[in-house]
């Protein structure tokens, strides 16, 4: 391909050479979306109901609500980290997360069997069915990252 002055190609993408980041492609737009919403709802549940989110997490009441505070910053790094994996497209971190992803269909069975009180639930049953939600949400990402993986590679950089 012929190069532009602005390190294009004529394709109108970003050649590697460039120093530039490429342009989020589908797969990766799914998993920043994702991560984006799951970090945005852990906020929300925190400050709406931090009850609910001390029972999920299974914190300890003896700690400190600083501590919990300190938690949730140190997954926003972790999440911040993967993110940059994902745009940088990492193979590392493409392999972690359709493992995870592919893994989230397990929170569908769990949410079940805990609205069901076959096993029993600490939490209030809108989070058992939200993360029933968020698992085939999961699947369905993790779904579509495999078969991006068959047609075109990992992060679909082929």
Request: aromatic share 12%; with cysteine.
């Amino acid at each position: 391909m012929r190069q532009t002055p602005h390190g294009t190609e004529a394709t109108g993408r970003l050649s590697p050479s460039s120093g530039r980041c490429a342009i989020v492609n589908r797969t990766q737009a799914l998993v920043l979306g994702f991560f984006l919403m799951a970090l945005g709802s852990l906020v929300v549940i925190r400050a709406a109901a931090p009850d609910v989110y001390d029972q999920a997490l299974n914190f300890p009441p003896s700690w400190p609500r600083w501590a919990k505070t300190a938690f949730l910053l140190a997954l926003t790094a972790f999440i911040a980290l993967l993110a940059i994996g994902v745009l940088r497209r990492w193979r590392w971190t493409f392999w972690g997360i359709l493992v995870a992803f592919l893994a989230g269909v397990l929170r569908v069975p769990v949410a079940i069997l805990q609205l069901s009180d076959v096993l029993p639930a600490s939490v209030p049953s809108w989070y058992v069915v939200f993360q029933g939600l968020i698992g085939l949400v999961q699947l369905a990402i993790g779904l579509v990252m495999l078969a991006g993986y068959r047609r075109s590679g990992v992060w679909g950089s082929g």
